[in-house]
């Protein structure tokens, strides 16, 4: 296992925080289950968890090309 570090704003530590209690895990739980599924490794959730992972990455990283979506 490798650390990752992830710059994070104090809200967004604080809620992520929260919001990993509310599902009895830890913030590094959550972030490590959500690459998993990205990733498509042997730790992940299943395919519905994958496609959607893969669906939040195409949204985040879509790009203007010749001005037209």
């Known amino acids: ?5 992830v710059n994070l704003t104090d809200e967004e530590k604080e809620r992520l925080a929260e919001i990993a209690a509310d599902h009895d895990a830890t913030p590094g739980e ?8 990205l990733t ?5 959730g299943g395919g519905d968890e994958r496609m ?10 879509y790009r ?3 001005g037209k979506m």
């Open 30 to 37: 959550l972030l490590a289950a959500f690459v998993a599924d």
């Open 1 to 5: 296992m490798k650390r990752v570090y």
């Open 64 to 66: 203007w090309v010749d």
């Open 52 to 61: 959607y992972a893969s669906e939040w990455l195409d949204r985040q990283t």
């Open 40 to 44: 498509c490794s042997n730790r992940t």
